[in-house]
């Protein structure tokens, strides 16, 4: 690795919407996006509503990170934006500080695209898709090896419903009970061929954003 380093580093991935069937009502802790009681989810067929992401780094990109979502830049200076990207690079620079010879993408900006199936801050559960793909696109980029229940950790600061996306199938959202949330993550209740009859009817009366909901990631 020099300073003449060329190279585009480059990963992809895509996310599913979840619908809650029990969901949580309030939270103890806003800023840790912990919630006041656990809740299930039903994982939706990404044939139908699903993110993707893009996620790249290099030593050539101008600082500061970015994000194109549905084609329009979006700001990542947001506080949940911020705390995933802040936890992510975290363990990227763990890894590298365990092995030098990897290359520092801690270090480099991030360059995001990220496109929606499906209309986006219209209550469809964007922002759950959203951040499980930025979430889950960084890491495969940066090469964690963490596992979906890890990462949902890092996706419940984004969206607390993005922790639901990591997984498949029936899952949990478990509220925890320490104060600094890393008890509060997703885990798999049961696999999607558990209720294989199961279908979630969509109905999408207006595209249009909702009144005071984000358009983030």
């Not at 480059?10 to 619908?19: E, K």
């Not at 893009?54 to 700001?75: E, H, I, R, V």
């Not at 964007?126 to 930025?134: D, E, H, R, V």
Request: with cysteine.
């Amino acid at each position: 690795m020099t300073s003449s380093d060329q190279t585009i580093y480059r990963a992809s991935t895509t996310a599913p919407v979840n619908i809650a069937v029990i969901k949580y009502w309030g939270k103890r802790d806003p800023t840790l996006n912990l919630p006041t009681n656990s809740s299930l989810s039903i994982t939706l067929s990404q044939s139908d509503l699903k993110t993707h992401t893009t996620a790249s780094c290099s030593p050539t990109y101008s600082p500061p990170d970015s994000l194109l979502l549905n084609g329009k830049p979006q700001p990542l200076t947001t506080p949940r934006s911020l705390a995933c990207l802040r936890s992510l690079r975290s363990l990227r620079a763990d890894l590298e500080s365990t092995n030098p010879s990897l290359p520092k993408l801690s270090t480099y900006p991030l360059r995001l695209a990220s496109t929606n199936n499906f209309p986006t801050a219209a209550g469809l559960a964007s922002s759950a898709a959203g951040f499980a793909a930025l979430v889950r696109a960084i890491a495969d980029l940066y090469a964690l090896p963490d596992s979906p229940t890890e990462l949902s950790l890092i996706a419940r600061q984004g969206s607390g419903s993005a922790c639901r996306s990591l997984l498949g199938g029936y899952v949990a959202w478990d509220a925890g009970t320490r104060d600094d949330g890393t008890d509060s993550c997703a885990r798999l209740v049961a696999p999607r061929s558990h209720w294989p009859e199961m279908r979630a009817l969509i109905l999408v009366a207006s595209a249009k954003q909702k009144d005071g909901e984000s358009v983030e990631v």
